[in-house]
């Protein structure tokens, strides 16, 4: 079928040819060396977020020893572990697309996804504090709406942290059942530590067909508990620690909501992980623009996922004008947060749809790392206007039929400032130190992917012919 | 997976345009079987015109029943065609190539069918203009752009005049091989309708650019039509059941569970039919089937969430409406019967790939999906009406009259009476994208391993 | 000045793309000769020249129309007749979006298709030089000439290439 009779000599489409192939031991050997070393920069940078992140956590003990005994005050931590939940937890799904959809471009990708697995920590240690001022399902006698209708008092705390952790280690297991090959390219041809950290943890693989199927079935069974973790992790946190605080607010398409937007941060933050390490560990070789172009429809896609979950919640309660939806629509809308609403909706759904939309931005790595940018900080804000008010409405007014006093805006202190950037910080630096651990594409996964998608000469125009193995 | 066959196009054409070329013998009679239910139909359907409402089981205080969840359920089927032709073609899935069509038709019909049923169901359907359309200048009425029941003819609309463009604009290379092949006043029909059609590379760049522009402007068009029908029920908030957040995305993953089974349906019966063993095969089942189980399993999450959610409030009429729902005679067995035919009977049997490559299996098994979601709306629509509430002096059961099961039948008469009278004229399976299949894959070895490949243009 | 046009026939592809560079190398400008195929092949596969089109002008142009007619027509009935119906403001945004949502992707969708239309140079009621094999697999290379003296030199590439046969027009 493919035709090389005439030799290249026609004039020139204006088509490019794919970009050519590299050599499986090039792979190995240019990707484990990314691991080692690291400049000045990198260094300085590590060291600075490093700091941030302990002094997120120092105002995180601070607050709870000064503002333990007082719910009210705990939005912005809550509203954290909700974007941090849906960055760290969102970003490895993007590693599972190959198996759903065979798709070849994920490949090089799935590495840099699934290290966003241990940014989950950072998740996990919001929530320990937050877990222990949650109020529980029973207090003055009275029980308060939830999804627990006759479960014991501390359900939520139990069964959230119970998931959050199960969702932190079925990560870390998504992401090592992926990587024993690459342990054991480290241990071929890198030095020292990490040689001797890749022999360890490389477990004798060589590479044998049982191996290789055994690899196989892993990726897809953890993978698919992780979304099954991730379903469940998000629905719990976006009712227990937001829905159910709020007496009258019912809206069935919430956990929904918060885990599409999720998956839209997740998919974000792998466009930047992805950028700055092509760009400063030059990748471009490996990353090729095919795989921001199919990132882009996936963000876009997502991004107007977003406005139809959200339209299709809004719209029920302002069509009903009923006393609790009215209640709902003025505390998360137009009342305390009508600022971080508004900021969340331009940056969440707006400015990136506008920038997603053309094909250039798509097909280039520049705006699309601006609008991922813009997509994080329109989830912090979105995160920030439906947590902070569900909870600021003081415990005692939790029985009541919706809500008849709305509270104040609630403006985040010194201490939920510096928890915010540590919070953020920390998912960052446990990004940039996994980097000089293991190789921050797949080895396996880039030779694969060369294995399977050749450039051809198609009679005389350029193609690539991509192998679709069952 | 895709297993490569080599298929010389004259005979593709021969085969795929046999409904065309040459009549089959099934044709005639069951045309005119259909032709005959489908005039009893408008027969009672002129009667209850004339007659009025009254003689439909509609009475205080359900008056929303077998015709609007009928409504309900082909605005589902309609979703059908953009899901696959669409979403398949965006996502760059070989194996969509021969159902496009079928699947596009299929939204074209069922949206033209439920269409008729909030028009009669209006009692006097002449009425309904004024309701709709901003004309009655002379008496400065308009329409109440508030109310979903305008918002639903608008989106319905769009999405029918959409869909119908589509498929004419994915037709027009098929309707050029039409022309190549027929003499006398077929030719000219076909001249005429391919509008010159040739086969030069900017006309093909057309079809491909322009189909990939068409199915990301329908995709929207698509997940609003359901959502906006779920607003009908959504936006009152006197309703138990019906005042959900999640009714819209519900809807929607619905409507693509009993659409693209309805398309599996079909498949079965135009690969029997028409003998199109080589074009329609049992690795587009397995693949329709695969399709089925993730949206089957998103569905039943999305149940699950409007079931909690409902009794989250903990409102006595909430959780009474529940209980009549789901444990009272006869709800309860057609709610079984619902959640046994739309999830827990198919959806185990799809896991097996025996099954998902069986046709036989595949075809009951869809119906199976289609009966279960008739009914979900059913259970949606009506218990929510029925249940005895305070300081209502009459109720009835609501049982549905001889006339609205007579019509309710017709319905499906009627579009497979349009489906094949369509397929008298056109070709159900899309030809040239049949061909493109077979020039866009190749096989490639990888070692000693003969791997199925696709042809991606660089770009 | 009579236009006439020549049409070579092939049964593979390979060969029409040799007659494709023949003829360009025998300095037959681009545009006066063209590849005619039963189905889409990628772009390029003949070294034909890529067709430019503006295809994506047209949905942002009708969307542009829809959005705008929606206002109006959104707005003006309501104020035209102004009846409060479940509470909501007489200018009810929220509803009003639905609508001018609507509209905007019909105006959209109808744009794009007389694009695609316009932009595949259809309707072409003299469609010129054909054969009905093309769509039974075969490719065609048709040549147009304002001047009949290259008619030769057209044939004898056409014919080195392989072409089973030549239809004059």
């Known amino acids: 079928m493919a035709s090389e009779t005439v030799a290249a000599g026609h004039e020139a489409t204006d088509h490019h040819a794919p970009p050519p192939q590299v050599a499986a031991e090039v792979i190995a050997r240019e990707l484990v060396a990314t691991t080692i070393g690291a400049s000045g920069r990198f260094k300085a940078w590590a060291w600075i977020l490093g700091a941030l992140s302990i002094a997120g956590i120092v105002a995180l003990i601070l607050k709870f020893i000064d503002q333990g005994d007082d719910s009210t005050k705990w939005g912005y931590v809550a509203a954290m572990v909700s974007f941090l939940l849906s960055v760290a937890g969102g970003a490895p799904m993007v590693s599972m697309a190959p198996v759903v959809a065979k798709a070849n471009w994920v490949r090089p990708v799935t590495r840099i996804a699934s290290i966003f697995s241990f940014a989950g920590i950072a998740t996990v240690i919001m929530l320990i504090p937050l877990v222990a001022i949650l109020p529980p399902l029973v207090t003055e006698g009275a029980r308060r709406r939830t999804v627990w209708y006759i479960a014991p008092d501390y359900s939520p705390h139990f069964w959230t942290t119970l998931g959050l952790v199960l969702l932190l280690l079925t990560g870390i297991m998504l992401f090592y059942s992926a990587a024993l090959p690459d342990f054991a390219s480290m241990r071929d041809h890198s030095t020292g530590w990490r040689q001797r950290l890749g022999k360890r943890l490389a477990r004798g693989w060589v590479g044998t067909d049982v191996q290789w199927r055994t690899l196989r079935m892993r990726i897809g069974m953890f993978g698919t508990f992780y979304f099954l973790i991730l379903v469940f992790v998000n629905f719990l946190i976006s009712t227990d620690f937001g829905q159910s605080l709020v007496p009258g607010w019912r809206d069935a398409i919430f956990p929904m909501y918060h885990t599409v937007s999720g998956f839209q941060a997740g998919v974000a933050a792998v466009v930047i992980a992805l950028y700055f390490s092509r760009k400063y560990m030059k990748l471009e070789k490996y990353v090729h623009l095919d795989a921001f172009w199919s990132l882009g429809r996936l963000l876009f896609a997502l991004t107007l996922l977003w406005i139809y979950f959200f339209y299709s919640s809004f719209i029920v309660f302002w069509y009903g004008r009923s006393a609790n939806d009215i209640a709902t629509l003025e505390l998360l809308i137009k009342g305390p947060m009508i600022y971080a609403f508004i900021g969340g909706l331009v940056l969440m759904w707006f400015v990136p749809w506008w920038i997603l939309i053309w094909n250039k931005v798509r097909r280039g790595t520049g705006a699309m790392v601006v609008g991922s940018f813009i997509i994080l900080i329109g989830l912090l804000l979105d995160r920030i206007r439906t947590f902070v008010p569900a909870w600021s409405v003081p415990p005692e007014r939790i029985h009541e039929k919706w809500l008849t006093v709305i509270p104040d805006t609630y403006w985040p202190t010194v201490f939920d400032v510096l928890i915010i950037v540590g919070g953020i910080s920390m998912v960052a630096v446990i990004v940039m130190l996994m980097t000089r651990v293991i190789p921050v594409l797949s080895v396996w996964q880039v030779q694969e992917f060369n294995l399977l998608a050749k450039p051809i000469k198609y009679i005389k125009g350029h193609a690539t012919l991509v192998a679709k193995p069952d | 997976m895709q297993q490569r066959r080599e298929l010389d196009q004259v005979y593709t054409n021969r085969k795929l345009l046999n409904g065309q070329l040459d009549t089959p013998k099934w044709w005639l009679p069951t045309v005119v079987t259909l032709g005959l239910i489908v005039m009893i139909g408008i027969a009672v359907i002129l009667v209850m015109v004339n007659k009025g409402l009254g003689v439909t089981g509609l009475a205080r205080p359900v008056y929303w029943g077998l015709f609007i969840t009928t409504f309900v359920f082909w605005v589902g089927i309609s979703h059908a065609g953009i899901m696959i032709s669409a979403i398949l073609r965006l996502t760059q899935a070989e194996w969509r190539r021969p159902v496009t069509r079928a699947a596009e038709l299929l939204t074209v019909f069922s949206l033209l069918t439920a269409l008729v049923f909030p028009l009669i169901h209006a009692g006097r359907p002449w009425r309904i203009a004024y309701w709709i359309m901003p004309y009655d200048v002379a008496r400065g009425i308009y329409p109440n752009i508030r109310s979903p029941l305008i918002m639903d003819p608008v989106a319905i609309g769009t999405y029918l005049t959409g869909s119908t463009l589509f498929l004419y604009i994915a037709l027009l290379p098929d309707l050029g091989n039409l022309r190549d092949r027929t003499t006398g006043w077929r030719n000219a029909m076909y001249t005429v309708l391919s509008l010159g059609w040739r086969g030069n590379p900017r006309q093909w760049k057309m079809q491909t650019v322009g189909g990939i522009l068409l199915s990301a402007l329908m995709l929207p068009i698509f997940v609003s039509v359901h959502s906006i029908v779920s607003w009908d029920f959504a936006i009152a908030s006197a309703v138990e059941g019906w005042h959900s957040t999640i009714f819209a995305p519900y809807f929607v993953i619905g409507a693509v569970h009993s659409g693209v089974s309805a398309v599996v349906t079909m498949m079965a019966l135009m690969r029997w039919l028409w003998k199109w063993d080589d074009f329609i095969r049992p690795e587009h089942f397995d693949a329709l089937a695969r399709l089925l189980i993730v949206v089957a399993t998103g569905w039943l999450g999305f149940t699950f969430l409007e079931l909690t959610f409902a009794l989250y409030g903990q409102d006595a009429p909430e959780i009474a409406l529940r209980e009549m729902q789901m444990f009272q005679w006869p709800w309860n067995g057609l709610f079984i019967l619902f959640f046994l035919t739309a999830y827990a009977i198919p959806v185990p049997m799809w896991l097996f790939k025996r099954v998902r490559t069986n046709i036989a299996l595949m075809f009951w098994t869809s119906i199976l999906v289609n009966i279960g979601m008739w009914l979900e709306r059913f259970l949606i629509i009506v218990p929510g009406l029925a249940r005895r509430t305070p300081f209502v002096y009459t109720w009835e059961a609501y049982r549905p009259s001889p006339v609205e099961w007579t019509i309710f039948i017709w319905s499906f008469a009627w579009v497979t009476f349009l489906m094949l009278l369509f397929s008298k004229f056109f070709p159900l399976v899309p030809l040239f994208e049949q061909k493109e299949s077979q020039v866009f894959t190749d096989d490639v070895m990888i070692g000693r391993a003969k791997v199925p490949a696709i042809v991606r243009e660089a770009d | ?169």
Request: aromatic content about 10%.
């Open chain 3, 1 to 169: 000045m009579s236009t006439q046009s020549i049409l070579g026939l092939f049964q593979q592809p390979e060969p029409a793309a040799d007659a494709m560079d023949g003829l360009k190398e025998a300095g037959f400008e681009l545009g006066t000769f063209d590849v005619l195929t039963g189905t889409p092949y990628p772009e390029g596969a003949f070294g034909e020249h890529v067709p430019q089109h503006r295809l994506f002008r047209y949905p942002a142009f009708g969307a542009i129309i829809g959005f705008t007619l929606s206002i109006f027509l959104t707005s003006v009935t309501q104020l035209a007749y102004p009846m409060v119906t479940g509470g909501k403001p007489i200018l009810s945004l929220f509803a009003m979006l639905i609508i001018m949502y609507e509209m905007t992707m019909l105006s959209g969708v109808i744009a794009t298709v007389v694009g695609i239309v316009i932009e595949s140079r259809l309707p072409n009621m003299k469609p010129g030089i054909y054969d009905t094999r093309i769509t039974e697999g075969w490719i065609g290379v048709v040549v147009t000439f304002d001047d009949d003296s290259k008619v030769a030199d057209a044939e004898g590439v056409l014919n080195r290439a392989g072409a089973l046969e030549i239809k004059h027009a």
